[in-house]
Nanobody, 121 residues
Framework: QVQLVESGGGLVQAGGSLRLSCAAS?????SAWFRQAPGKERELVAA????????YYLDSAKGRFTISRDNAKNTVYLQMNSLKPEDTAVYYC?????????????????WGQGTQVTVSS
């Protein structure tokens, strides 16, 4: 059973940056970052294939967020720039046994505990 541990969340002013990290206890394949704001459904923010070649971004994240991975370290990152108050949410790392990207949360077998990101205006 693979365990995922997120880090890097916190409080930042609008326009600031944060980098989230997700360390896995073993090898993972395609991975993703989801987020859930209070009173809202969980949504996919970004996803990356097992080799890092293919990526997907939520429209509102394009041009501001970058997902990447270091398979030697079993770690996936989410660099978030130009943060906005509407980015405030709990961010979850997820990993699947698929090689390619999936946009469905049901394809992700492993989940982290979540890390809070709060963007103040």
């Amino acid at each position: 059973q693979v365990q995922l541990v997120e880090s890097g969340g916190g409080l930042v002013q609008a326009g600031g940056s944060l980098r989230l990290s997700c360390a896995a206890s073993g090898r993972t394949f395609s991975s993703a970052w989801f987020r859930q704001a209070p009173g809202k459904e969980r949504e996919l923010v970004a996803a990356i294939s097992w080799n890092g070649i293919s990526t997907y971004y939520l429209d509102s994240a394009k041009g501001r967020f970058t997902i990447s991975r270091d398979n030697a370290k079993n770690t996936v990152y989410l660099q978030m720039n130009s943060l906005k108050p509407e980015d405030t949410a709990v961010y979850y790392c997820a990993a699947s046994n698929l090689l390619g990207i999936s946009r469905s949360e049901y394809d992700y077998n492993y989940w982290g505990q979540g890390t809070q990101v709060t963007v103040s205006s």
